[in-house]
């Protein structure tokens, strides 16, 4: 029996000669905590793209769960359980942050007339609650600071109840405070929810994967657990050729 969750083989993306993403295969376990990592311009983003279906490959198939998704848009990715927050988080600006978070779960729900508050309006503010966002997500996601807004795309991507959630940098630009909660939020996720986490903080990526991926100019150059990561000279071969 397989636990493979997500399955990508030979994903490819070109953007005129430049090649983002090159015949990469990668497997994502049920509930695995998969950290992608590597340089600025290595791909990172153009294959969480890739997956969550906001970019079509050039080459390659994706399985999720056994099915192949690869000609899926978006939304039916995302019916099917995947959830992603952005490298800049995606809000719509003009309506208030618990909202935001109803307009995220609805396509997830069949609610019959009378049932909305117990079963959306509530469970969406307990997400708010759950992310940081306290005060009952009456603000207008406008107003919402930059690491306000980052958990406010969390919940939302919560709200969809994904089997695999696409986390593309969740701890740029928040505050310590925020990072520690973050850190806090993804550590309990229940273990029905696989992530894939792009970030370039290290010390998180180590504490929260159980193994690491790392990009180097479109390709996998090292998979394995955080330890082995660490001590791999072909990452550290990827990193120096990076900025030096
Ligand atoms: N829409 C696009 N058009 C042209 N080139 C693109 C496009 N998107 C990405 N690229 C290029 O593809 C390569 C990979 O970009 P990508 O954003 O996936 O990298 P990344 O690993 O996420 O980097 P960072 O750590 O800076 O976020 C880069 O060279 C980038 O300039
Ligand atoms: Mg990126």
Redesign the pocket.
Known sequence: MTTDLLVARALTRR??S?T??DRVDLRVNAGERHALI??????????L?LVGGATRPDGGRLHLAGRDITRLGPARRSRLGIGRIH?RPAVWPSLTALDNVIVAALPHRRVGPGRFHSRVRRPCLALLDEVGLTGGGTEAAAHLSHGQRRQLELAMALAGRPRLLLL??PAAGLSAVEVHRLVDLLSSLPRTVAVLL?E?RLDLVYRLADRVTV?SD?RPVATGTPDEIRRSAAVRRAYAEAVG
């Open positions: 953007y005129g430049l983002a993403v590597g340089p600025n311009g290595a791909g990172k983003t153009t294959l793209d490298q593309d940098e792009v370039h990009l479109g």
